[in-house]
């Protein structure tokens, strides 16, 4: 090799240090590692070589300068090495969806479910179905083709048909997730709410560690939603700082505010509701009444009603603590609903970040090589056309006696196909490979 002054290839899969010269000044670039891979038994099944060097801009620059000036020799396309090992059968799309997934993880959460969905935990499960499917239409042929020669029997349906519904409730379980996969991949959207000057921007700024807000005294500072992004518990979170809410306001641009807010929560994941802690000592000093009283009185004021929300996953803080009397204080730890909060002190932050975990947790889910999560919208989007075509050949068998079991099998190959779209194998030599092995026909 010219780069390292070698006439001998290393061995393979093993690093070895060697001095690496320019390929057209012959100028020594580096002192770096090697490693060589023999194709198939390489990333894209391919022969492939790695140069491991230090990573200053000047020997960058130079190792592509030398690589450049070989013939045949070229930066590689955004993707190319993982489009390689696609089509060389080395991933499916799931594991390249993966790849890219754990590239771009920022959470400890997000890595383990890119992980499992690079190492093709997803495909496996997705593979199992098809399999399942690729029988199904196997049986359906064989019973078309030989019934009459009494090699398959007429059970052959009831068998099918029941396979089939059992699938149709596989495929739906592992769709009814509540979209987990997804929010833990894109993160989930959390929106910070509350009456003006309770503290929601402080709450914001305390989370971050820095001024994402701009706080001060006067009502209303917060014109708009303020987006900020944040690692809480291993879990990705886009939280949401937003104007005040009032039922009434004379400022023009505070209108607009409030109503961006109230927008922003009906596609909310998660609803933070700041509480300003004066209030709610006031109010049990004047009424004698419950928490859960008081927060529908502070909901309806702030123009909603529990029933709102009622399919949220919603979490009470009352902040500014260090304002009310300890007694308030006493009572309201027993509130297990709420958490106390003073962001001025800082105090009672750790408590919060627990129960904010808690909550990811539940919306996030935990992906396990037995349960591993849907994360792709283009994956629910094909489950969805093989449960539909499924049941429209479970309909179809309901229409009568007088059905076309060809037909009948077409609605089963358009539901495999879906699956194939998955993972990219979309194949239908493998039927006919299922026939001939499952059945004693030919004999």
Not at 160 to 167: D, G, S
Not at 228 to 253: E, F, M, Q
Request: hydrophobic residues 35%; charged residues 25%.
């Amino acid at each position: 090799m010219q780069k390292t002054k070698s006439n001998e290839l290393p061995l393979p899969r093993k690093v070895c240090l060697k001095r690496i010269y320019h390929a057209k000044t012959a100028e020594i670039i580096d002192r770096g590692l090697i490693l060589w891979f023999p194709g198939p038994n390489s990333f894209t099944g391919e022969d492939s070589v790695e140069f491991h060097v230090h990573g200053g801009p000047a020997v960058i620059s130079a190792m592509y300068d030398s690589l450049a000036s070989m013939d045949g020799v070229r930066l590689a396309e955004p993707g190319e090495f993982t489009k390689r090992a696609f089509y060389a059968g080395k991933m499916d799309l799931t594991e390249v969806e993966g790849l890219a997934d754990l590239i771009d993880a920022e959470t400890e959460a997000q890595r383990k479910q890119a992980l499992l969905q690079a190492g093709g935990e997803l495909s496996k499960l997705y593979n199992r179905l098809r399999g399942r499917l690729v029988k199904c239409i196997a049986h359906m042929e064989a019973y078309i083709d030989f019934h009459e020669d009494q090699d398959v029997g007429d059970d052959v349906l009831h068998t099918v048909r029941e396979e089939v519904t059992a699938l149709i409730s596989d495929i739906r379980s592992h769709l009814d997730d509540h979209r987990r996969g997804e929010r833990l991949r894109t993160g989930v959207r959390t929106v910070v709410i509350g009456a003006p000057n309770v503290g929601k921007s402080s709450f914001v700024n305390l989370i971050s560690n820095r001024k994402v807000s701009i706080v001060t005294d006067i009502a209303g500072t917060t014109r708009d939603v303020i987006e900020s992004y944040h690692d809480i518990g291993g879990y990705p979170v886009i939280l949401a700082d937003t104007a005040g809410l009032r039922k009434s306001t004379n400022d023009i641009i505070e209108q607009e505010g409030i109503l961006k807010a109230k927008d922003y929560v009906q596609s909310a994941d998660f609803i933070i509701v700041v509480i300003d802690s004066k209030e709610v000592e006031k109010y049990l000093q004047m009424f004698d009444s419950s928490i859960d009283q008081y927060l529908i009185h502070y909901l309806n004021e702030l123009g909603y009603c529990k029933n709102d929300f009622t399919n949220k996953r919603l979490m009470v803080i009352f902040n500014k603590t260090d304002l009310i009397s300890d007694q308030t204080i006493k009572t309201l730890q027993f509130m297990t609903q709420i958490k106390l909060l003073s962001c001025h002190a800082q105090t009672g932050l750790g408590e919060v970040l627990g129960e904010i975990s808690s909550h990811l947790q539940q919306l996030c889910g935990n992906p396990t090589k037995e349960n591993p999560n849907l994360s792709q919208q283009r994956h629910r989007s094909h489950l969805k056309q093989c449960v539909d075509s499924l049941e429209r050949y479970c309909q179809y068998l309901d229409e009568g006696t007088n059905i076309d079991l060809a037909i009948a099998t077409q609605h089963l190959r358009s539901a495999t196909r879906c699956l194939g779209k998955i993972t990219g194998s979309i194949e239908t030599e493998e039927i006919l490979d299922v026939i001939f092995s499952s059945f004693c026909i030919g004999k």
